[in-house]
């Protein structure tokens, strides 16, 4: 069967990756923001997920379409678990109403093109503090403070 690639990275499959390995430190800091250090697997091999050969996260895309098999609804975690993330080149959290933060957290990423925070009530910031992501193509931001 073939695999679902993401339309914006043709060369990164929202399935599983086989043979690329998570850093460390992303994996650390994915399993921190979900709230839940136990989670199996590597990261690069979650759905809707994607890594470069080198284990940098490039895609995050948990939005209603490519849901990993894990629980969003009690994920409690902090967008400061994302700063060092800084080769994300596309972030996309939906329905996720315990995650918390300031949007300032994201500041870092300067790689990101594609950003979507949907449904995420306890998030706040001041979206001119995005100013540094210059490679900024598209942004959605529904339902945060």
């Known amino acids: 069967d073939e695999c679902e690639h993401h339309p914006i990275f043709p060369n990164c499959s929202l399935h599983p990756a086989v043979g690329v390995k998570c850093k460390p430190e992303q994996q650390k800091a994915l399993q921190l923001f979900l709230g839940d250090e136990a989670l199996p697997g590597d990261c690069c091999t979650w ?25 969003f609804a009690q994920a409690r975690g902090n967008l400061k678990h994302l700063e060092g993330m800084t080769q994300l080149q596309w972030l996309k959290l939906h329905d996720m109403p315990n995650i918390f933060g300031n ?22 910031g001041d979206i001119k503090r995005m100013g540094a992501m ?12």
Request: hydrophobic content about 40%.
């Open 47 to 71: 759905y809707g997920t994607c890594c470069n050969s080198s284990g940098d996260v490039l895609v995050i895309d948990w939005s209603w379409g490519y849901r990993p098999p894990l629980k």
């Open 134 to 145: 210059l490679q900024m193509r598209e942004m959605h931001l529904t339902n945060i403070i």
């Open 103 to 124: 949007i300032k957290s994201l500041e870092a990423m300067t790689q990101i093109q594609v950003l979507h925070l949907h449904n995420l009530p306890l998030v706040t």
